[in-house]
């Protein structure tokens, strides 16, 4: 089966710098997807990931390791408004999102 | 409007009942998706439409469905609610419906309870 695996909850600090994991196990490879969901609001894109490498953008940097089938987020210089849950997704062969269950990031001050 | 709009906003639905959850996007996408998002999960998506005219199942399209008789409306329909549907519905939609980037852009969702 097709499985995205992302902690469930980490706690980071203000102005500090904290990494989100995400595993995949897919049917084919069609490029990773990094998305933000503040509470009782819909996902926002931050970042797409088709080739190895990192991808940087502002504060956030994704990375993808298409061999290990991993990826992080990056953030840098959390503020309070980071507070959100990332979502990680790939697409499969059939070009299907297949989402994970999101890591819900708490920053305190 | 801009974007991805739904309509109702929230909804408390008598089992049984027949329900349209509504989504219209601007941005002339071919492509649309309804998804479920439940606590602990991740987003299932239920139906899509690579472009006006067709349609396809997701991963939990039963007790679902859904029509794209034009580019901008794509409403889902549950035909009976049960309790087990009650969960936030997000609708999305991509412009190339698979190729390239295909960034998928979300409304802002739908809270359905079916007591």
């Not at chain 1, 989100?20 to 084919?28: D, E, L, P, R, V």
């Not at chain 1, 089938?69 to 990056?74: A, D, I, K, M």
């Not at chain 2, 941005?27 to 439409?49: F, V």
């Not at chain 2, 396809?56 to 889902?76: C, H, I, M, Q, W």
Request: a neutral charge; glycine letters at 10%; hydrophobic letters at 35%.
């Amino acid at each position: 089966g097709q499985n995205i695996d992302q902690p469930t909850e980490m706690t980071a600090t203000e102005g500090a710098i904290v990494q989100i994991n995400c595993t995949y196990q897919t049917s084919g490879f069609n490029g990773l997807f990094w998305y933000q969901q503040h509470a009782g609001e819909a996902p926002t894109f931050l970042s797409y990931n088709v080739l190895d490498g990192l991808e940087e953008k502002g504060r956030f940097s994704s990375f993808l390791s298409r061999s290990k089938g991993y990826s992080y987020l990056l953030l840098k210089e959390l503020q309070m408004k980071d507070s959100a849950s990332y979502l990680c997704a790939v697409r499969d062969g059939n070009y299907q999102l297949i989402w994970g269950a999101g890591t819900k990031l708490i920053i305190k001050p | 409007i801009a974007g991805i709009t739904q309509a109702p906003t929230s909804q408390i639905l008598a089992a049984g009942r027949r329900m349209t959850l509504r989504c219209t996007q601007d941005m002339r996408h071919n492509a649309m998706y309804w998804y479920r998002q439940d606590l602990g999960l991740g987003l299932r998506l239920i139906h899509y439409s690579n472009t006006a005219g067709t349609t396809g199942k997701g991963e939990v399209p039963d007790g679902y469905s859904v029509s794209r008789a034009n580019t901008d409306d794509f409403p889902l329909t549950l035909a009976s609610a049960v309790p087990s549907q009650t969960s936030v519905y997000f609708c999305a939609s991509s412009d190339s419906g698979g190729s390239g980037t295909d960034t998928q852009y979300f409304g802002p969702g739908t809270r359905l309870t079916v007591l």
